[in-house]
T-cell receptor, first 116, second 114 residues
């Protein structure tokens, strides 16, 4: 059973460019959350997708957008890249149930973005 | 505002000695609290979670944490450190909304000396 998979693992972009990161959730999971982890910091919540809609959003500008597909996979898009967007981007998946709400989050290994 | 504070950015111990990683929380109600571990170039892994069922929570790899409401603390401990425990540890809380959103502390880097 594959866990959460993310691609690409590393990438380098220049300021002003756009980037798309991809995430496949753990088998059986229906919810995908994205987190940004800057160097030396704890991860910060970007947004969460459930039933192909953005359900929650953290304190990130509109340059950060996302999408969830019918197969539950997800993309994170960042436009007009800034140097400060350099970070490890983590995807986490979970399964929502009426009884327990959101179950345990399983994290991928992340996509490390460097903006030059 | 609800938050967690990890009191140490770095902790160093010798192999075989106890580990203590400190975390205080701030919340107007009993939150769900977690400890996650992040090994280099690896994803975050859940060590343990507190959800009000029991104040002493046992996790994987011999770790445990005790929820102390009077001290607003949720410290992570292990009786005997192993070299493989060297990693970044995060204290995390969840406000308990139906669709979970995690709030991470800044992390504690654990170094284990041989």
């Amino acid at each position: 059973d594959a866990g959460v998979t993310q691609s690409p693992t590393h990438l380098i972009k220049t300021r002003g460019q756009q980037v798309t990161l991809r995430c496949s959730p753990k088998s059986g999971h229906d919810t995908v959350s994205w987190y940004q982890q800057a160097l030396g910091q704890g991860p910060q919540f970007i947004f969460q997708y459930y039933e192909e809609e953005e359900r929650q959003r953290g304190n990130f500008p509109d340059r950060f957008s996302g999408h969830q597909f019918p197969n539950y996979s997800s993309e994170l898009n960042v436009n007009a890249l800034l140097l400060g967007d350099s970070a490890l981007y983590l995807c986490a998946s979970s399964l929502v149930s009426r009884e327990r709400g959101t179950g345990e989050l399983f994290f991928g290994e992340g996509s490390r973005l460097t903006v030059l | 505002a609800q938050s967690v504070t990890q009191l140490d950015s770095h902790v160093s111990v010798s192999e075989g000695t106890p580990v203590l990683l400190r975390c205080n929380y701030s919340s107007s109600y009993s939150p769900s609290l977690f400890w996650y571990v992040q090994h280099p170039n690896k994803g975050l892994q859940l060590l343990l979670k507190y959800t009000s069922a029991a104040t002493l929570v046992k996790g994987i790899n011999g770790f445990e944490a005790e929820f102390k409401k009077s001290e607003t603390s949720f410290h992570l401990t292990k009786p005997s450190a192993h070299m493989s425990d060297a990693a970044e540890y995060f204290c995390v809380f969840d406000r308990g909304s139906t669709l979970g959103r995690l709030y991470f502390g800044r992390g504690t880097q654990l170094t284990v000396w041989p």
